[in-house]
C-alpha cells in the first residue's frame, strides 16, 4: 500500500493564524489526493479532492495544493469551528490509504 | 436530501459474524458505487473496500486486512449496501462508515459501532 505521512501530528494555533498540514505520499499519487476534517463523534467532511478542488460549500478559507508526493493543505485565517482532526488521503491506488491524522488544537 | 444511513452494528464475540447495511434515500442509488471504511476507536480512518455500480459490473474490493472475510454486496431495488462480516477478530472493533462512490465524495452516514469482543 500506499503510505501517507502528515505533519505536524499535532499543531496548536489560534483564531485568526495562518496555518498549514503536509501530507506525503511514498510515491507518486499525481493528483489523487482528498483532505477531510473531522470532529469527535462525526463522520469525516470531504474538505478538498483532486488536490485542490474545493468541495461545494466549504469556505474559501481552505485551499489545498500540491502534486506527485508532497501535499499541503492551508487555513488562511482560523476560526473557531476549524478546530479538529484533519486527514488526507490517496485514491490513485486500491488501500486508499489515509494519513495518520493531524489535530489542530487552539492554542 | 441526500443521505446514507448505517445500521447493525452491535457487540459480536470472535470468530463471529455481523452484517451491516447501508440504506440510501435522495438520490440514484444504483448509479453510484458504495464505499466503506472503519475507524478504531481513538484511531485513524482505514479504507475498507467499495462495490462499483452495476453500470461498471457491481464488483467489489477490498482492503488486504479484511480481504477474504468481509464481503460487499447491494440490492439496487432497496437502496442498500450490506458488509458482511466474518471470522470477526478484536482488531475489527470500529465504527464502520459508508460513503457514496469509490472516490472522495461529501455523502457519509453517520457511522455504526461495531465491538468484537468476548
Known amino acids: 500500500d500506499i503510505q501517507m505521512t502528515q505533519s505536524p501530528s499535532t499543531l496548536s494555533a489560534s483564531v485568526g493564524d495562518r496555518v498549514t498540514i503536509t501530507c506525503r505520499a511514498s510515491?507518486?499519487?499525481?493528483?489523487?489526493l482528498a483532505w477531510y476534517q473531522q470532529k469527535p463523534g462525526k463522520a469525516p467532511k470531504l474538505l478538498i479532492y483532486?488536490?485542490?478542488s474545493l468541495e461545494s460549500g466549504v469556505p474559501s478559507r481552505f485551499s489545498g495544493s500540491g502534486s506527485g508526493t508532497e501535499f499541503t493543505l492551508t487555513i488562511s485565517s482560523l476560526q473557531p469551528d476549524d478546530f479538529a482532526v484533519y486527514y488526507c488521503?490517496?485514491?490513485?491506488?486500491?488501500?486508499?490509504?489515509f494519513g495518520q491524522g493531524t489535530k489542530l488544537e487552539i492554542k | 436530501e441526500v443521505q446514507l444511513v448505517e445500521s447493525g452494528g452491535g457487540l459480536v464475540k470472535p470468530g463471529r459474524s455481523l452484517s451491516l447495511s447501508c440504506t440510501a434515500s435522495?438520490?440514484?442509488?444504483?448509479?453510484?458505487?458504495v464505499s466503506w471504511f472503519r475507524q478504531a476507536p481513538g484511531k485513524g480512518l482505514e479504507w475498507v473496500g467499495f462495490?462499483?455500480?452495476?453500470?461498471?459490473?457491481?464488483?467489489?474490493q477490498y482492503a488486504a486486512s479484511v480481504k477474504g472475510r468481509f464481503t460487499i454486496s447491494r440490492d439496487d431495488s432497496k437502496g442498500i449496501a450490506y458488509l458482511q462480516m466474518n471470522s470477526l477478530k478484536t482488531e475489527d472493533t470500529a465504527v464502520y462508515y459508508c460513503?457514496?462512490?469509490?472516490?472522495?465524495?461529501?455523502?457519509w452516514g453517520q457511522g455504526t459501532l461495531v465491538t468484537v469482543s468476548s
Open positions: 460513503s457514496r462512490r469509490d472516490i472522495p465524495d461529501p455523502c
Open positions: 435522495g438520490f440514484t442509488f444504483g448509479d453510484y458505487a
Open positions: 462495490i462499483r455500480s452495476k453500470a461498471y459490473g457491481g464488483t467489489p
Open positions: 510515491q507518486r499519487i499525481d493528483g489523487w
Open positions: 483532486d488536490a485542490s
Open positions: 488521503q490517496q485514491y490513485i491506488a486500491y488501500g486508499y490509504t
